[in-house]
């Protein structure tokens, strides 16, 4: 589903404006990315939570050359379903 889909779907099912889903919508990255910095959790009711993980040093390897070097510690966004939507989707 894309971008243009989404928004007329939801506008749809929530009775709101195509104009106002969209603001929503492009609104919802800078919050989540704001929160995220924070170390605070993004919570989707009823769909799952986005949340900040922290990742070690590591050892990385180039596939194409054979190149070993070291990845630095990092923090990414990580994303984890709820039990419910799982649930819903596997049927």
Same mark, same amino acid.
Request: proline share 3%; charged share 30%; glycine share 8%.
């Given at each position: =589903? /894309? !971008?243009?889909? &989404?928004?007329?779907? &939801? $506008?749809? $099912?929530?009775? #709101?404006? !195509?104009?106002?889903?969209?603001?929503?919508?492009?609104? =919802?990255?800078?919050?989540?990315?704001? $929160? &995220? %910095?924070?170390?605070?959790?993004?919570? &989707?009711?009823?769909?799952? /939570?986005?949340? $900040?993980? #922290? *990742?070690?040093? *590591? #050892?990385? *390897?180039?596939?194409?050359?054979?190149? !070993? %070097? =070291?990845?630095? +510690?990092?923090?990414?966004?990580?994303? !984890?379903?709820?039990?419910?939507?799982? +649930? +819903?989707? /596997?049927?």
């Amino acid at each position: =589903m /894309k !971008k243009d889909e &989404l928004v007329t779907a &939801l $506008a749809e $099912a929530s009775g #709101e404006t !195509k104009a106002s889903v969209t603001a929503v919508l492009g609104a =919802m990255a800078g919050v989540s990315e704001s $929160a &995220l %910095k924070d170390g605070k959790a993004v919570t &989707l009711p009823g769909i799952g /939570k986005i949340e $900040a993980s #922290e *990742r070690a040093a *590591r #050892e990385v *390897r180039n596939p194409q050359t054979g190149e !070993k %070097k =070291m990845a630095e +510690a990092h923090t990414a966004p990580k994303f !984890k379903f709820s039990t419910t939507f799982k +649930a +819903a989707i /596997k049927g």
